[in-house]
């Protein structure tokens, strides 16, 4: 596989989830969910944990819990859980396409819809985050950023820096890639590996030859 082909495969790995909120004249892939402003559109690689390991679920005052998910509502993080649901759902849906016929793919959804809302429920998902915040922040900082969040520049925040990330990190992955190539096509010459590998990919054997464009003599 040529260093090309590698390349842009990793790159629509890492950038796939960025640009599948971007605005395209191709059809919209299915959407990531939304999260907190400021936090990467792209759901985070979880790290290796048990099988069986638990949410947090440490006792959280009361107060301080209802306060939680005020900002969790102002910041619209609290559509995290019903968001991540219907993501990892496409997902599934997408995969399941290619291996059941449609007859088959829709009761196999439906049948995955219900085992998923039993299996990590959507409260189950907001309780965790409650107690994440609760331990991360005083309840002090919490009514703090309830101010700034119920204000017009809070907002605003909420509703302009998902965009920004989003594109910031489009724009990122567009220049490592250009960069990237920039600077292996520059060491091509000390390694000549290479070379061959930047090449853009030649005409298949399969594919059909070009027309033979040369005058056609004339029949004697």
Do not use: C
Request: aromatic share 4%.
């Amino acid at each position: 596989m040529r260093l090309r082909t590698i390349w842009l495969a990793a790159v629509f790995a890492i950038g796939a989830p960025v640009l599948a909120q971007t605005p395209s004249s191709t059809p919209e892939p299915s959407k990531v969910p939304s999260h907190q402003p400021g936090v990467p559109a792209h759901p985070a690689a979880a790290p290796a944990q048990p099988q069986d390991a638990a949410a947090p679920t440490e006792k959280v005052d009361p107060a301080k819990d209802q306060a939680i998910r005020h900002l969790m509502d102002l910041t619209e993080s609290s559509k995290m859980a019903q968001d991540l649901n219907a993501y990892v759902t496409k997902q599934i849906h997408d995969a399941m396409s290619q291996a059941l016929p449609a007859d088959k793919l829709s009761k196999f959804m439906q049948t995955f819809g219900e085992r998923l809302d039993s299996a990590a429920p959507a409260s189950a998902i907001t309780d965790a985050t409650v107690s994440l915040y609760a331990q991360a922040f005083s309840t002090e900082d919490i009514q703090g950023l309830i101010q700034f969040y119920e204000s017009p520049l809070g907002q605003r925040v909420v509703k302009q820096l998902p965009r920004v990330a989003q594109e910031s990190q489009r724009v990122g992955v567009q220049m490592e890639q250009k960069g990237a190539l920039a600077v292996l096509r520059d060491m091509a010459g000390d390694y000549p590996e290479l070379k061959s590998m930047l090449e853009p990919p030649q005409q298949g054997a399969g594919d059909a030859p070009e027309p033979d464009k040369s005058p056609t003599e004339p029949a004697k």
